[in-house]
């Protein structure tokens, strides 16, 4: 294959944020899977929707106590909204159900130290 059919391979599968929402909107109907939900989750926290990512979120892990990623961006996002009790609660979760030492060293450095809605950042 081509450099350049590489290329348009990759950017025809990349979605906007809106076309992410729409994609597992449409997912999470016809299968209400907590991965689904994770990828919903994450369409609305790059989109800045903070609210319904949280939603999301709290759906993957109904559905999956273990979805570590849930955990990690719930902690995230209730740390911004100064819900300290939730954000240590969700911090604690990452700990203990992920086996990935990555993100359990990026929960424990970030979740503390974020404040308000101006420290997730542009992404």
Known sequence: MS?????STLS????TPE??????????????????????????YVAHRW???????????????KQAFAHYYLGVLYASQGQRAQADAALAQVLAVSNNQML??????RIPNIKSVADLGSH
């Open 3 to 7: 450099s350049k059919s590489k290329s």
């Open 12 to 15: 025809a599968s990349v979605l």
């Open 19 to 44: 076309q992410a929402i729409e994609k597992y909107s449409a997912e999470t109907k016809t299968q209400a899977t907590a991965a689904n939900y994770l990828e919903l989750g994450a369409a609305y």
């Open 51 to 65: 609210p319904d990512a949280i939603q999301a979120f709290e759906q993957a892990i109904a559905l999956d106590p």
């Open 104 to 109: 359990k060293e990026q929960a424990q450095a």
